[in-house]
């Protein structure tokens, strides 16, 4: 039945609530006993117990943020550097392992171990402009963890914020982070930081961070002093003081002393994974040189600007520093008419209006005027249209890139620009086209420091640097971990001038394309005792009577170099082929400094080497 109460003094009834048992419940546990006894489902308990057993902790010591992972399986030898950061380095840690080992994943791992095992959860992470989005990216796709972008002053709120240390520096943000405590911090291109008096390294100093991450392939390059900076930002007191440290460990503040000692310092705060023998592969590099026979007009510039730099050469006396914009120049005319043109406008320009020089500059422009076409654009041009898939084409000339964004898109090619000098919005916005609808991405020197490219395998050296280390650095942003097919690499070069040379010396003398980054790198750090690479290769054009003395001179440079390969790198004083004795690095020059760093470095703290292809 119903029953009714009075409410107030009005004596008005209202319905309450029904009495009537509902007897559905006591029915509901009578069938399942009848059916079970007194206990649920044998198949629910079962899903139940493999829940809990998944979420079971087997040791401490493993990694629980693996299984948390969204399509990521880590190799192991970044899941060695997470655990070793996070069980012997206390969370403060410089990962310096070389180019394209992973580095990034190697901290986003450690973070998100912290933040799964509760001891982070506020994190700041300061990066380049130009990496803000991948950064932010990577952090949500693979780790789950919710980074944010920071653009307005609100964002420096949320618990994971990347941005760019120029912005973090800079007021009114700055005090918002002094007065910020950061769980992790994680710096990446730490070695940016390697000058204590910028305002940049004291910034960092004055973050309060409870743990802390460097990441830097070169750690050191030239002063141990950087690296003395860099280990102090990250854990002071670990070298001890500037004096003590220099007083221990440097001899004239550029060798090493005591290495063991202090090898065994470093180990306790850097991780470097180099590429060697492992188990990790890499795709191939499949490697085609296309020769390109210039059209008589483009020939005559190349032979008019080689005439009036060697001239320029000659009444310099020799003076290599006074020829550098020149040497430009003459690097310039096997790019595009277009570089050539500016170039030459900028030389007039500085020319006393009395000097002769002028007039041969106009007689270049005029030259320049008569060429109407550009034979290694109508070949990038064929080289896209064979592809199917997304193609990065390098150049060093602005110039250049404008010429060719004009060239492509003039043809219905959908292609993007990419380099130094432009806002991180615009880059950001020019790597999501290129990963959608774009299908060319036409880059900069400048502009390809930290991107990683592993949607793309196909690369077009328009023009190739005369540094071996900079083309590396070039392949480095495609073929790389992540990287599942192999890379295809076009070197450009026009028969009949210095770039056939050029392609011919990395290629065919010192295989530079097949060599591993490190390897190349310790080679060059012994061959260029006096000179860079760039000055020898200047020196030899300039020098050069004819195209015979050319060809004599790159020959003579390619077995130079060969043979400073061939000499193992640890006996700098041993026979060489060919040679009774290899000249030893003089000391204090920057071969003897970077092979001695390089020594040191390798020596700290390398958890695995990397097969290379």
């Known amino acids: 039945m119903t029953r009714t109460v009075k409410e107030g003094g009005a004596g008005r009834l209202h319905p309450l609530v029904d009495l009537r048992m509902d007897r559905a419940w006591f029915e509901e546990l009578q069938s399942r006993i009848d059916r079970n006894g007194p206990w649920d489902d044998w198949t629910l308990y079962q899903l139940a117990m493999e829940a809990e057993h998944s979420r079971r902790i087997e040791s401490f010591e493993e990694l629980q943020c693996v299984r948390f992972l969204n399509g990521l399986e880590p190799m192991k030898h970044q899941t060695d550097t997470a ?9 403060r840690a410089i990962l310096a392992d070389e180019v394209g080992l992973g580095k990034t994943i190697e901290a986003g791992l450690i973070l998100k171990e912290y933040m799964v095992r509760g001891l982070v959860r506020k994190a700041l992470i300061l990066v380049p402009a130009s990496l803000v989005l991948q950064w932010v990216r990577e952090l949500n796709t693979k780790f789950g963890i919710t980074a944010i972008a920071q653009k307005r002053a609100h964002t420096w709120n949320y618990d994971v914020v990347v941005a760019s240390i120029d912005t973090a520096k800079r007021d009114p943000h700055r005090e918002l982070l002094l007065g910020t405590d950061y769980d992790m911090l994680i710096i990446d291109e730490a070695h940016k930081l390697k000058n204590k008096k910028t305002t940049n390294y004291q910034f960092i100093t004055q973050l309060r ?9 070169t750690p050191v390059q030239n002063d141990l002093e950087e690296l003395y900076n860099l280990i102090t930002l990250l854990k002071p007191g670990q070298l001890g003081g500037h004096g003590e440290f220099a007083s221990n460990f440097v001899v004239g503040k550029r060798t090493p002393k005591n ?4 090898q065994e310092a470093l180990s306790s705060v850097m991780i470097r994974n180099r590429r060697g023998e492992g188990d990790v592969k890499f795709t191939k590099r499949i490697v085609r040189n296309i020769p390109l026979q210039l059209s008589t007009e483009e020939m005559n510039l190349y032979e008019a600007v080689t005439t ?20 430009t120049l003459q690097r310039e005319v096997c790019s595009s008419r277009d570089s050539v043109f500016l170039t030459l406008v900028n030389l007039f320009k500085k020319t006393a209006e009395d000097s002769p020089v002028r007039g041969k500059i106009w007689e270049l422009i005029e030259v320049i005027k008569q060429i109407k076409s550009n034979t290694k654009a109508e070949k990038a041009m064929e080289l896209v249209r064979e592809s199917d898939g997304k193609v990065i084409i390098f150049t060093e000339y602005r110039a250049t890139q404008e010429y060719l964004l004009q060239y492509f898109r003039g043809s219905d090619i959908t292609a993007v620009p990419y380099r130094g000098g432009m806002g991180r919005g615009k880059k950001d916005w020019m790597m999501d086209l290129f990963r959608g609808r774009a299908q060319v991405m036409i880059a900069t020197e400048a502009g390809g420091e930290g991107i990683n490219l592993q949607f793309c395998s196909r690369i077009i050296n328009f023009d190739l640097p005369w540094n071996p280390m900079r083309v590396e650095q070039r392949i480095g942003r495609v073929h790389r971990l992540g990287q599942t097919e192999d890379v295809q690499i076009y070197n450009l070069c026009t028969l009949g001038t210095i770039e056939e040379h050029i392609v011919n010396l990395l290629h065919e003398k010192i295989n530079m394309f097949e060599s591993v980054i490190g390897e190349l790198d310790h080679i060059l750090e012994r061959f260029e005792q006096e000179e860079t690479m760039e000055q020898r290769l200047a020196r030899v054009l300039l020098e050069a009577r004819d195209e015979k003395d050319l060809t004599q001179g790159i020959e003579h440079l390619g077995h130079s170099i060969r043979k400073y390969a061939e000499q ?46």
């Open 83 to 91: 655990v070793r950061v996070l069980h012997d380095m206390g969370g």
């Open 209 to 217: 961070k409870k743990y802390c991450l460097l990441l830097t392939a």
């Open 259 to 262: 290495e063991g000692q202090l």
């Open 308 to 327: 009036f730099v060697r001239e320029r050469y000659e009444e310099s006396g020799g003076n290599l520093t006074s020829m550098l914009s020149m040497v």
């Open 568 to 613: 193992p790198a640890e006996t700098e004083n041993t026979a060489m082929p060919e040679e009774a004795e290899a000249p030893a690095p003089r000391r204090g020059s920057r071969a003897a400094r970077r092979h001695a760093i390089n020594r040191l470095l390798d020596g700290a703290s390398t958890i695995v080497e990397v097969d290379s292809p």
